[in-house]
C-alpha cells in the first residue's frame, strides 16, 4: 500500500512539476533516443538541448549518420566534450546498419554489444524507445532517491540487488513516467548534497526524511600545473581546437595550446596526444597537418616518440 501511494504522489508531482526538457515534448524515434543518451552520458542535459536539434537536423536518420564522414561527426559534436562518444556512436549506426539493417534491436545483449551502448543506455532505449515496462534504469539520481526511500542508503546493496530492488518498484504500465520522475526528482529536490525533504512528494514515506546527513567538506580545487592536468582535458582542448581550425599544423597547435614558446616538455606532451587520439582514430596526421578523419588523404607522417626530437 505504501508504495502504491509513494507511485501514485510521485506521478503526480511530475506531471505537475516535471523539467520542460527537450525530449519531453514530442515522440521519439528510437534512432532519436540513441542519439540523445550517448550525449547524455557525459554532458549536463542544457548543453544537449542546445546541441541536439541541429545534430539531429546535420543527421536525421541512422542511415544519414552511419553514410557520414567521420569528422562530420566531430564537428557536429563540437561543444559536447568526450569526442569518444561521438566516434562510438558514428560506429554504432555503420554496425546497426551492417548488422541489422539500420534497425535498432530490441534485445538488451545486442544492444549491449555496440560501441557506446553500456547498462544504462541500453536500458534507456529499452524504455524510453521501445516501451519496455520490465527494464530498470538506474543513474545516480534514480540510485539516490531509490536507497533513500527504503533506508538503504547507508548500507547500498550490491549492483545486481539494487538492479532487483529498481526493477520491483516499477508501477505497472508507467516505466517511462516513472524513471523520469525518479531522475527529476534526485536533480532537483532529493540532491546528493543538499535535500529538500520538506518540500519533497514522498517525503512523508520516506525512511531517510531529514535523517540525510551532512555531506562531508569539499576540498578546495586548484587548477593543477600543466603536468597535473587529466589527459582527458587536453585531449578536448586539443580536439576543439582540430574541429574548429581542421587542418591545424602541428607546430601551432602547441601555441594555441600552451601559450607562445611552448616548453620541451609541452611540446613532448602534445606529441603523446596526438599519438594517443590518432590510435583511437579521432584524428590523422599527415607531414606534419593535423586534420580530422576521412579528410582527403595524403601521405602520412611517422609520430615520434615522447623522446624523439621532432
Given at each position: 500500500?505504501?508504495?502504491?501511494?509513494?507511485?501514485?504522489?510521485?506521478?503526480?508531482?511530475?506531471?505537475?512539476?516535471?523539467?520542460?526538457?527537450?525530449?519531453?515534448?514530442?515522440?521519439?524515434?528510437?534512432?532519436?533516443?540513441?542519439?540523445?543518451?550517448?550525449?547524455?552520458?557525459?554532458?549536463?542535459?542544457?548543453?544537449?538541448?542546445?546541441?541536439?536539434?541541429?545534430?539531429?537536423?546535420?543527421?536525421?536518420?541512422?542511415?544519414?549518420?552511419?553514410?557520414?564522414?567521420?569528422?562530420?561527426?566531430?564537428?557536429?559534436?563540437?561543444?559536447?566534450?568526450?569526442?569518444?562518444?561521438?566516434?562510438?556512436?558514428?560506429?554504432?549506426?555503420?554496425?546497426?546498419?551492417?548488422?541489422?539493417?539500420?534497425?535498432?534491436?530490441?534485445?538488451?545483449?545486442?544492444?549491449?554489444?555496440?560501441?557506446?551502448?553500456?547498462?544504462?543506455?541500453?536500458?534507456?532505449?529499452?524504455?524510453?524507445?521501445?516501451?519496455?515496462?520490465?527494464?530498470?534504469?538506474?543513474?545516480?539520481?534514480?540510485?539516490?532517491?531509490?536507497?533513500?526511500?527504503?533506508?538503504?542508503?547507508?548500507?547500498?546493496?550490491?549492483?545486481?540487488?539494487?538492479?532487483?530492488?529498481?526493477?520491483?518498484?516499477?508501477?505497472?504500465?508507467?516505466?517511462?513516467?516513472?524513471?523520469?520522475?525518479?531522475?527529476?526528482?534526485?536533480?532537483?529536490?532529493?540532491t546528493a548534497r543538499h535535500p529538500r525533504c520538506s518540500e519533497c512528494p514522498i517525503g512523508q514515506w520516506c525512511r531517510?526524511?531529514?535523517?540525510?546527513?551532512?555531506?562531508?567538506?569539499r576540498s578546495a580545487r586548484r587548477e593543477p600545473e600543466f603536468a597535473g592536468l587529466p589527459r582527458r582535458l587536453w585531449?578536448?582542448?586539443?580536439?576543439?581546437?582540430?574541429?574548429?581550425?581542421?587542418?591545424?599544423?602541428?607546430?601551432?597547435?602547441?601555441?594555441?595550446?600552451?601559450?607562445?614558446?611552448?616548453?620541451?616538455?609541452?611540446?613532448?606532451?602534445?606529441?603523446?596526444l596526438v599519438a594517443a587520439l590518432e590510435r583511437d582514430g579521432l584524428l590523422d596526421r599527415r607531414n606534419g597537418i593535423?586534420?580530422?578523419?576521412?579528410?582527403?588523404?595524403?601521405?602520412?607522417?611517422?609520430?615520434?616518440?615522447?623522446?624523439?626530437?621532432?
Amino acid at each position: 500500500m505504501e508504495r502504491e501511494r509513494i507511485h501514485r504522489r510521485l506521478l503526480q508531482w511530475y506531471r505537475h512539476r516535471r523539467r520542460p526538457l527537450l525530449w519531453r515534448q514530442r515522440s521519439w524515434t528510437p534512432y532519436e533516443v540513441l542519439v540523445r543518451e550517448v550525449m547524455l552520458q557525459q554532458t549536463q542535459s542544457s548543453r544537449v538541448e542546445q546541441a541536439l536539434p541541429a545534430f539531429l537536423q546535420r543527421f536525421p536518420t541512422l542511415q544519414a549518420l552511419a553514410a557520414a564522414p567521420l569528422a562530420d561527426v566531430l564537428q557536429q559534436w563540437a561543444g559536447l566534450g568526450y569526442y569518444a562518444r561521438a566516434r562510438a556512436l558514428w560506429r554504432c549506426a555503420r554496425l546497426l546498419l551492417e548488422r541489422y539493417g539500420a534497425t535498432i534491436p530490441e534485445d538488451e545483449r545486442l544492444l549491449r554489444r555496440l560501441p557506446g551502448i553500456g547498462p544504462y543506455t541500453s536500458a534507456a532505449l529499452l524504455v524510453f524507445a521501445f516501451g519496455r515496462q520490465d527494464v530498470p534504469l538506474i543513474d545516480t539520481n534514480i540510485r539516490r532517491v531509490l536507497l533513500r526511500v527504503t533506508g538503504l542508503a547507508a548500507t547500498p546493496p550490491a549492483p545486481a540487488q539494487l538492479r532487483e530492488l529498481a526493477r520491483a518498484w516499477i508501477p505497472t504500465g508507467a516505466s517511462a513516467e516513472w524513471h523520469e520522475a525518479l531522475m527529476d526528482l534526485g536533480a532537483t529536490i532529493c540532491t546528493a548534497r543538499h535535500p529538500r525533504c520538506s518540500e519533497c512528494p514522498i517525503g512523508q514515506w520516506c525512511r531517510s526524511a531529514h535523517r540525510v546527513p551532512p555531506p562531508p567538506p569539499r576540498s578546495a580545487r586548484r587548477e593543477p600545473e600543466f603536468a597535473g592536468l587529466p589527459r582527458r582535458l587536453w585531449r578536448g582542448r586539443l580536439l576543439r581546437l582540430l574541429v574548429e581550425r581542421n587542418p591545424l599544423p602541428l607546430k601551432h597547435a602547441a601555441e594555441l595550446l600552451f601559450g607562445p614558446a611552448p616548453s620541451v616538455e609541452q611540446r613532448r606532451w602534445l606529441l603523446e596526444l596526438v599519438a594517443a587520439l590518432e590510435r583511437d582514430g579521432l584524428l590523422d596526421r599527415r607531414n606534419g597537418i593535423l586534420c580530422l578523419p576521412n579528410a582527403p588523404q595524403a601521405p602520412r607522417e611517422s609520430i615520434p616518440s615522447a623522446g624523439e626530437p621532432r
